[in-house]
């Protein structure tokens, strides 16, 4: 069985940065039998046996920005390249660190089982895709937890962690780690990735029974930027599930209760959070992104949102966004789309590089709202017309006394 300590360090999430629900259920390690049959639901909700007849995800490399990846896990060996920590100098010198989060969720997205034919252990949605991990979280049990969400010199390793998978070639970057306030560098390193080509997929937060003034769940960031693949959880009937944030910035759901994945040493976790939904979406778009490698991260998240499943009235709601991802039918509608494309041309084209203030479009007017002036200049046309009706009435009474005057004249 896992010790209470190491469940404590999966379930327990970094209050500022990583989004894992404060109740997930840490369970036994399972025998190897038992792994895949807990995978079952996910697998069928995400039609996975048939997306696999397209692909498998090879030759996508999936950036995992999260608490690091354990490279030897059987169920990962082979398909993970160890990147930057960006946490460095925030735990003691020769401390190691757990990798609970990252393994976890780097199984879910390109875990390839082992044994004969790969038929034991964890199976990830994009089981041919290569992981790059980039450590920019610590785990709360970690002993620079506290120096590293105070510290200002780590404020901006999220940016920092995105601009660097980028140029190490990653495709998709997975953030399942959610703060609460937004920085212009991450917002920043957001618009150079996906004017680069890559998908960024982000997890919507676990505050979904803390509503705010305007009875929405809070947002959280990076996945409330504009271009990223904001996903919400979703429970076993595929509702949103009760801790999911609910706002405006989801896009899509996929499931994110009772996830069987992998843990550092061999072990394997069932937890809950939409940090498991947001990897496997990440492996949704790594299959696109396998299939059509030069599709652009617009229609990529079309894609996704096109074909979701289970769609709630309308067409829309704000707590499983267009619906629950499905990986097949995904791939189709991505081969509908891959003979379009929505690059502007001609010279009223923006470049994703550069602010808007400073593009091409120039500087914007900002109109400030005098609404005391809008008062008096109102109400002095109100009565400029009931002086104008005024004297309509007056030159009516006159006209008709002058035609009735001379009417009697003429008599």
Known sequence: MLSRRAAKALSAAPAVLLAVLPAALPACAHADDDVRGGQRAVIETLDLPAAWRVTKGSGVTVAVLDSGVDPAHRDLAGSVTVGRDFTAGANPPGVAPPR???TYMASLIAGHGHGPGGRK?????APEAGVLSVRVILEDEEPG????????????????GIRYAVDQGADVVNMSISKE??????????RYAISRGVVLVAAAGNDGDRKTAGDFAPYSYPASFPGVVSVGATDRRLRRATFSNWNS????????VDIMGAGPGDEYWVGRGTSQATALVSGVAALIKAKYPQMSPPLVVQALADSADDRPPGGYDTGTGFGVVNARRALAEAARLATHTETATGPQAQDPARPLAGGPAGPIRVTARDHRRVTIYAAVAAGAAGGALASLAVIFFLVRRVRRDHGAHDA
């Open 121 to 125: 252990g964890v199976i990830g949605v």
């Open 100 to 102: 609970l989060h990252g």
């Open 249 to 256: 910035s989801v896009l899509v759901a996929a499931p994110g």
């Open 145 to 160: 937890f506290r120096e590293f969400n105070s510290a200002e010199r780590f404020e901006d390793v999220v940016a920092r």
């Open 181 to 190: 306030l937004a920085t212009r560098e991450e917002r920043a390193a957001i």
